[in-house]
């Protein structure tokens, strides 16, 4: 089993940065692909970002490409999202997600252990 922690978010204004942490415990997130998703009020859960077990592979979702940067400390056990240039329409609650598997996965069915989600507010 694994327990998922997210924190960092926050309510911030658009053009800013912010990180967010997903801290593991329970068993060390090296064997397990990890990935954010988000869900935004009236939508249904999408995925973010996916990191490879190392470190080496990354995705994105389209929308944010060259905003959001994805990655991992085995060591310490936690993921990170970075993202730079907010907009509006990232708004949500961000979940942490780990899976077990090879591959980076865009579905939630994947992702067997999830956080309790913290929200990201973007103010226009």
């Known amino acids: 089993q694994v327990q998922l922690v997210e924190s960092g978010g926050g309510l911030v204004q658009a053009g800013t940065s912010l990180t967010l942490s997903c801290a593991a415990s329970?068993?060390?997130?090296?064997?397990?692909?990890m990935g954010w998703f988000r869900q935004a009020t009236r939508k249904e859960r999408e995925f973010v970002a996916g990191?490879?077990?190392?470190?080496?592979?990354?995705d994105y979702t389209d929308a944010v490409k060259g905003r959001f940067t994805i990655s991992r400390d085995n060591a310490k056990n936690t993921v990170f999202l970075q993202m730079n240039s907010l907009k509006s329409e990232d708004t949500a609650v961000y979940y942490c997600?780990?899976?077990?598997?090879?591959?980076?996965?865009?579905?939630?069915?994947?992702?067997?252990?999830w956080g309790q989600g913290t929200q990201v507010t973007v103010s226009s």
């Open positions: 997600a780990a899976a077990h598997s090879t591959l980076i996965w865009r579905g939630e069915a994947t992702y067997a252990y």
């Open positions: 329970g068993r060390t997130i090296s064997t397990y692909v």
């Open positions: 990191i490879s077990r190392t470190g080496g592979t990354t």
